[in-house]
């Protein structure tokens, strides 16, 4: 994969494009940010995908998931299906894949089938139970989807219920810190109070989407609610990966962190 489409995804940080409030209806915001994935989404934000975890972090240097050769592996928010096909060429031996679009679950299985690869996949919220077998996975991920959730403590939950004991839990996201910082005539300026996570509504050309901002401490305690240990926490951006991006958005790296991973064990 080119390095430059590591950072296509930015997440819509540092509240530079308008925002506005919205009621927390889960209808409401599954049927919004469904339609957008169904339509424009992946041309908007692009595509986040393994080996990328997110801008500037990469499973070739931190070796997160390691040997997956045998292994039984969950995506929550599959997307176009590429973090899958990375995991199936490394030999996993059965791949399962949820998201909440139909546009999107289509497009992983064509892409698995060009690759000769196959899942089991579900068009689902990932809040809801939708038939995915429990103590069954010996890995669950979510690259860049699981802050999608409009119920943090129940997903972590479910994704529980589906780990095998000892079982790995993985996932990205924007990191709340990036969220609440701009750039502005090349300074960082707060512009997101960092405590705010009401939920509010982005409108990008003609689609809109709804997005919520968490605190680092709503994942911790959250997966410390549903018995996880948490293994290992990146937030450093790989310096090699900046050095060969020069764009205001490197820049903001170097200074603050923009990308969250956490691999969690269940207990």
Same mark, same amino acid.
């Given at each position: 994969?080119?390095?430059?489409?590591?950072?296509?995804?930015?997440?819509?940080?540092?509240?530079?494009?308008g925002a506005i409030?919205?009621?927390?209806?889960?209808?409401?915001?599954?049927?919004?940010?469904?339609?957008?994935?169904?339509?424009?989404?992946?041309?908007?934000?692009?595509?986040?995908?393994l080996?990328?975890?997110?801008?500037?972090?990469?499973?070739?240097?931190?070796?997160?998931?390691?040997?997956?050769?045998?292994?039984?592996?969950?995506?929550?928010?599959?997307?176009?299906?590429?973090s899958l096909q990375y995991l199936g060429q490394r030999n996993a031996s059965e791949l399962w894949g949820m998201d909440l679009s139909e546009s999107q679950i289509e497009k992983t #299985?064509?892409?698995?089938?060009?690759?000769?690869? *196959?899942?089991? @996949?579900?068009? +689902?919220p990932m809040e809801e139970e939708c038939g995915i077998p429990e103590n069954y996975f010996d890995f669950v991920y979510s690259i860049y989807a699981i802050g999608w959730t409009t119920d943090l403590e129940g997903t972590f939950r479910r994704i529980a219920s589906y780990l095998k004991k000892d079982g790995v839990f993985i996932f990205s996201w924007s990191h709340p810190i990036h969220k609440?910082?701009?750039?502005e005539k090349d300074r960082l300026v707060f512009k #997101?109070?960092?405590?705010d996570e009401s939920w509010y *509504?982005?409108? @990008?050309?003609? +689609?809109t989407l709804s997005l919520s901002d968490r605190k680092l401490s709503t994942f911790v305690n959250a997966l410390a609610k549903a018995r996880f240990l948490i293994e290992q926490m990146i937030e450093e951006s790989d310096d090699e990966?900046?050095?060969?991006?020069?764009?205001?958005?490197?820049?903001?790296?170097?200074m603050l962190p923009v990308t969250l991973v956490i691999k969690a064990r269940k207990l």
């Open positions: 994969m080119d390095k430059n489409t590591v950072h296509r995804t930015k997440m819509i940080g540092g509240s530079e494009i409030s919205v009621d927390m209806d889960k209808r409401s915001i599954h049927e919004t940010n469904s339609l957008f994935w169904d339509t424009k989404g992946t041309d908007i934000l692009g595509a986040t995908a080996p990328f975890y997110g801008a500037f972090v990469s499973e070739e240097k931190c070796q997160l998931f390691g040997d997956v050769s045998g292994k039984t592996i969950l995506e929550i928010g599959c997307g176009s299906g590429q #299985k064509q892409l698995l089938t060009a690759h000769g690869l *196959s899942a089991a @996949l579900v068009c +689902s609440c910082v701009g750039t #997101k109070c960092y405590f *509504s982005v409108t @990008l050309g003609e +689609s990966i900046m050095q060969s991006i020069n764009d205001d958005f490197a820049k903001k790296a170097k």
